[in-house]
């Protein structure tokens, strides 16, 4: 019996993994827009520049890193923490809090394993346009093609997939104005981490990990791969990111001042910001998030034979890692 037609667009962890769990009951065409899959799971230079971290009580994620064959390592939190306070830098011993976990290679091995247990290629480089209904069929058009599926899944972030995709018919207007209220997770970071020839800061007694509401860089965490030492911060949201190498220089600064004159020596310096990623981002996302959100919805169009999906998407562990894998089992269960 011929299969069923399944189109997804976006080549995330969700739109991955809903793909791998659909594709012996569906003739899966995965779509991304960018020229790499992994979407927010982003490397540089070996580095994390997306999702960092797993947590023990995310069962779904921590299965599926197992079933991939893939080793996680805890973070690096031995040691002392400093604060970066106007009084200048005060060191603390912070209580322990619940562990988190790193995974070997970085989390693009993640997506890297999923798309290798895909029966068919991911088609990069294919921004979609417009889906359009047509009798039992979904019309979908990129900017360089036209496929044709009995379902689409959208694992885009809610508000890219009501602002950048067109749809006929239109969404319902409660559902478009649903889908722009969901604020983007990460939608407004900036990362940026600093490669040094040697992790000076363990020498030291130092854990890596700093807090500051001076900036740029407002925590900062020990981002040491198996061969490389580096630090990594999340940008503060008072930061000016207009101009990179000034940000830089900042970044720099800052950190001599946490971790003396060894950290003015750095061999890379990395830096995304995600507010800049239009496959990520939109306007709407120009505002820092005060809280994480409370996650979680189900969407559907075209008599339900388009449904959204994606880490915020989910009702549990929304926006997260796990969100993710949650978001993809509960596609593969409503298909």
């Not at 993994?17 to 065409?29: D, F, I, K, N, P």
């Not at 890193?65 to 306070?85: C, K, M, N, R, V």
């Not at 999923?114 to 900017?143: D, Q």
Request: glycine share 8%; hydrophobic share 40%.
């Amino acid at each position: 019996m011929e299969k069923k037609k399944l189109l997804i667009i976006g080549a995330g962890l969700s739109g991955l993994y809903s793909a791998v769990l659909l594709q012996e009951r569906y003739e899966v065409t995965v779509l991304e827009a960018r020229g790499r899959t992994g979407g927010r799971v982003m490397a540089m230079g070996g580095h994390d520049m997306g999702p960092s971290w797993v947590w023990g009580h995310q069962k779904n994620i921590l299965q599926l890193i197992e079933s991939l064959g893939l080793a996680l390592f805890p973070q690096y939190t031995h040691g002392a923490a400093l604060y970066d306070a106007p009084e200048g830098v005060q060191r603390f011993h912070p209580s322990s809090g619940v562990p988190s976990y790193r995974v070997k290679g970085g989390i693009v091995q993640i997506a890297a394993a999923l798309e290798k247990r895909l029966h068919k290629a991911v088609h990069l480089n294919e921004k979609v346009l417009s889906l359009t209904e047509s009798g039992e069929k979904i019309v979908v058009k990129t900017a360089t093609g036209t496929y044709e599926a009995d379902r689409v899944i959208v694992t885009l972030p809610p508000r890219l997939a009501a602002e950048s995709l067109a749809y006929a018919p239109a969404l319902p207007s409660a559902l478009q104005r649903q889908l722009q209220e969901i604020p983007t997770w990460m939608g407004y970071a900036a990362k940026c981490v600093i490669e040094y020839p040697e992790a000076f800061w363990r020498e030291e007694g130092l854990s890596g990990f700093a807090v500051s509401h001076l900036g740029p860089l407002s925590e900062i965490h020990d981002a040491c791969t198996e061969n490389k030492a580096a630090l990594f911060g999340f940008v503060h949201t008072r930061a000016n990111r207009a101009n990179n190498e000034a940000l830089e220089a900042q970044i720099i600064t800052q950190l001599k001042r946490l971790y003396g004159i060894k950290a003015g020596e750095p061999s890379r310096i990395y830096l995304v910001d995600w507010k800049k990623e239009d496959c990520t981002s939109t306007p709407l996302d120009a505002m820092p998030l005060s809280a994480h959100p409370a996650y979680g919805f189900a969407a559907t169009h075209f008599n339900d034979r388009l449904l959204f999906s994606g880490t915020e998407s989910a009702f549990s562990e929304g926006g997260y890692l796990e969100g993710a894998v949650v978001s993809a089992v509960q596609a593969a269960r409503s298909l």
